[in-house]
């Protein structure tokens, strides 16, 4: 069975400071792995997707996360945070099409 | 639009009555899906359409819950005798196809609150 689990529900960064979400999935198959962020009161915006071409994947808004297979992780990045980015973050895995299977989310909050 | 849209927006329904929320996917897309998010939570997998395949209602919570989808085109969710832990928003994404790694687009959801 495919879970993932991001650790942290709530981060908080300075504005201009490194942004480091986890995430980490379970999958018996090589799995597609996504990043979406979502705003309040709106839909998930998918943010960037693992599907085996690259290890490290880079995304829209300066948002980059790196596959690593020993670890089972996929954990996203941004070298400097803006207010923009406070938003609620999802991994997500699905690998033979179908459902995602998505994590708890992880709050971002950026103070300035 | 070129995105999903789903109507409507907001949806207030007293306990026990019945609602009908529905999704256009963007135009091409053969897979459709439902999910639900509660307060604080992440998303639960609830129904995906594919095609003319049989769909995969494994996610469905009850069988209050069903849908249906016209072709590769619009999907409504129903929800009979609704009750109060149904209040969530109601999610729907399309993708160009079911195969594993497509990309899911999201529309902004419904947010049922059950009196």
């Known amino acids: 069975a495919q879970s993932v689990t991001q650790l942290g529900s709530h981060v908080s960064v300075s504005e201009g400071a490194l942004v480091l979400l986890r995430c980490n999935y379970s999958?018996?198959?090589?799995?597609?792995l996504f990043w979406y962020v979502q705003y309040p009161n709106q839909g998930l915006q998918l943010l960037l997707k693992?599907?085996?071409?690259?290890?490290l994947v880079k995304g829209i808004n300066g948002f980059e996360a790196e596959f690593k297979k020993s670890e089972t992780s996929f954990h996203l990045t941004k070298p400097s945070a803006h207010m923009s980015d406070a938003a609620e973050y999802f991994c997500?895995?699905?690998?033979?099409?179908?459902?995602?299977?998505f994590g708890q989310g992880t709050e971002l909050s950026v103070k300035p | 639009g070129a995105g999903v849209s789903q109507s409507p927006s907001n949806k207030v329904t007293e306990k026990g009555k019945d609602v009908e929320l529905r999704c256009d996917p963007i135009s091409g897309h053969t897979a459709l899906y439902w999910y639900r998010q509660r307060l604080g939570q992440g998303l639960e997998f609830l129904i995906y359409?594919?095609?003319?395949?049989?769909?995969?209602k494994s996610g469905l919570p009850s069988d209050r819950f069903s849908a249906e989808r016209t072709g590769e085109s619009v999907s409504t969710l129903t929800i009979q005798r609704t009750q109060q832990e149904d209040s969530a928003v109601y999610l729907c994404?399309?993708?160009?196809?079911?195969?594993?790694?497509?990309?899911?687009?999201f529309g902004d959801g419904t947010r049922l609150s059950i009196l």
């Open positions: 999958s018996s198959v090589p799995p597609y």
């Open positions: 359409f594919q095609g003319n395949s049989a769909p995969d």
């Open positions: 997500a895995v699905n690998n033979q099409g179908g459902k995602l299977i």
């Open positions: 994404a399309s993708s160009l196809s079911g195969v594993g790694g497509q990309p899911q687009h």
């Open positions: 693992y599907t085996s071409a690259a290890t």
